[in-house]
């Protein structure tokens, strides 16, 4: 079974903080994704990554940047939180025109 | 922009009975088709995948695809109490690089 492991499931920061979700997949895959998830907004991309040190932005990259130095790991960050990223966020990977697993999610919190 | 349309419902359905889920997507280039169950407060969980018109049967659950109607739909055979979940569905671009999801039916299967 594909295992995507996210770092945090329940995060709190606090405003103007620089913040990271670590996100690791133990099957090889070579794309992964980053997506924020909001009542009546649906999922939404935010960045994905097909490969080592490459990525592509999503739908709505302001304030986030990515980092992926190994194939297995993908790290999201919010540069300055503010409170409008208080959300769900959800990490996900999959094999080139395979469907795509989700980790567990981690629930952010900015105050 | 491409787009996935989903009913938000909620679809409320008794026990026992068939619920079904549509879909329709913008992009006609559009090859793969997914659809993902997310119970409250969890990730997404991948339930069924198609790639071909016609129908694609897993269990209870079956998968229909009209790619000339650009029509995803799945129907849930005896639907059971556990089976109340919000259900997403998801299109995967022309160029296989991202999946574009629907906001999502909630489905609520009543004992």
């Known amino acids: 079974d594909v295992k995507v492991t996210q770092s945090s499931r329940y995060l709190v920061k606090r405003t103007g903080e620089k913040v990271f979700l670590e996100c690791v997949q133990d099957m090889d895959h070579e794309n992964m994704f980053w997506y924020r998830q909001d009542p009546g907004l649906g999922l939404r991309l935010i960045y994905f990554s097909y490969d080592v040190k490459m990525k592509e932005k999503g739908d709505i990259p302001e304030g986030y940047s990515v980092s992926r130095e190994k194939k297995e790991r993908f790290s999201l960050i919010l540069e300055s939180a503010s409170t409008n990223q208080t959300s769900m966020y959800l990490c996900a990977s999959r094999q080139q025109r395979q469907p795509q697993h989700f980790g567990d999610g981690t629930r952010l919190s900015i105050l | 922009q491409k787009e996935v349309e989903q009913n938000s419902g909620p679809l409320s359905v008794p026990e026992g009975a068939i619920a079904s889920l549509n879909c329709t997507y913008s992009?006609?280039?559009?090859?793969?088709f997914f659809w993902y169950r997310q119970y409250s407060g969890k990730s997404p969980e991948l339930i069924m995948s198609i790639y071909s018109n016609g129908d694609k049967e897993d269990g209870r659950f079956t998968a229909q695809l009209n790619k000339a109607s650009q029509y995803v739909s799945l129907l849930i055979r005896d639907s059971q109490p556990s089976d109340s979940a919000t259900y997403l569905c998801?299109?995967?671009?022309?160029?296989?690089?991202?999946?574009?999801f629907g906001k999502g039916t909630m489905l609520l299967v009543s004992p």
């Open positions: 992009d006609r280039g559009s090859q793969s």
């Open positions: 998801a299109v995967m671009n022309s160029g296989y690089s991202t999946l574009t």
